[in-house]
């Protein structure tokens, strides 16, 4: 296998959205769960993007999974690597993203290097330099409060230099607008000035287009799936990848089995989902001081759905409203009831595939992370789109049969999407 385009994703959820993004823009591509096994046999891709969790951890421990992955990435032919990080550029003085960028470009860049979060089909927009998120500038935005990394500044030059060695310097719209060979001479020139890397400005989908075109030219550039969807289109343009439409209908060849839902979110998209879901299948909603306190409601849950699982799909959820969560975690302490609570939805999604489901709809960011670690699933090809930025999609190399899932985190769908994503996972 030779891949074109390589990626290494700082979170699941981020991987997913990016292989869908590639997926949307023509590449045939696969996520995989961690570093690949040189064991894992993946099919003919164009597009390999390798999901880690590393935006939160320590820098040093981030930049030797990146390497890592980038490694194996490089082994199997990529080019071009994307360091795929958070559209809102999640991270703080500390890092991840300066220590790893720096790290992927090694001491052999000829020209300074691409970092764009801009992906303004979801409202994320950067004009000299300066990150808005819809209408706001990203420090008035909800992510000044994030809990992990508070975003308190929206000059990206500014925040991409705290967390750099070398100095960031900035490509600016009026230069992006005059196309690619513009931004090229931009790039050489800020490197010559002694820039290591550059935020570029893109305000719109074709601004997108013409720094993926340049940053293909490189080895290594840093964005969220709206760089993404630049590669995807300019590789799609060159002879270098036949052209196709991204997915095939081998990725959702029926697989057969019980189908189950599992929900940890408790976002309000969630909640009116079950609720839509609760008119036409069994719902089972788990009683979460139950499922903090010992494994009896994990039992029960489990029997719940062998009796019924035969007959249809079925749901369950430990998903509440805003007020029976923060009860719950002032009394464990909010991340003791998260883990809790992941881990309690995890042991049940394992034991309902021991016992034979093999459709999976999961909801929540955190709580599919968990389960599909838990299921040591190494990869997924990406399907079609359910809703938004959801894909279906297959397993490969799945110790227990290939799969169908759905993981969609947080607000993610419409109140139709449990059933609508059924109906396209046989
Ligand atoms: P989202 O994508 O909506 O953010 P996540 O799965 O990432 O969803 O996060 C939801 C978190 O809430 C998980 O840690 C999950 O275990 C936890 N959780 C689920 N149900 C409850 C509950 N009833 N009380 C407290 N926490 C809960």
Redesign the pocket.
Known sequence: MTISLGSIADDY?GASDLANTLTRNGLRTVQTVGIPQPSLALPDVDAVVVSLKIRSVAANEAVASAMTAEAWLRQNGARHVLYKVCSTFDSTAAGNIGPVTEALAGADAKTALLVTPAFPQTGRTVYLGHLFVGEQPLNESPLKDHPLNPMHDANLVRVMQAQSIGTVGLVDLATVAAGPQAVREKLAALYAEGFTTAIADAVFERDLETLGEVALENRVSTGASGLGLGLARALARSAEVSARSGEDADVTRPVGGPAAII?????KM?LAQLAFAERSMPVLR?D?ER?VKGPDEVSAAISWAGERMAAGPVVI????EPE??SR??SRYGREA??????A??STITAELVARGVRRLVI????????AVDRLAIPAFLIGPEIAPGVPVLRTIGNTQGDMLLAL?????GGEDFFVAALSMMR
């Open positions: 959820t929900a940890g979110s408790c976002s969630t788990l979460p499922l959820a430990a998903s509440a029976t969560v719950l975690q009831s998260g883990h809790a609570i992941e309690a939805t909801a929540g960011g955190e709580t599919s992370g968990a969609k985190s947080g607000n993610f």
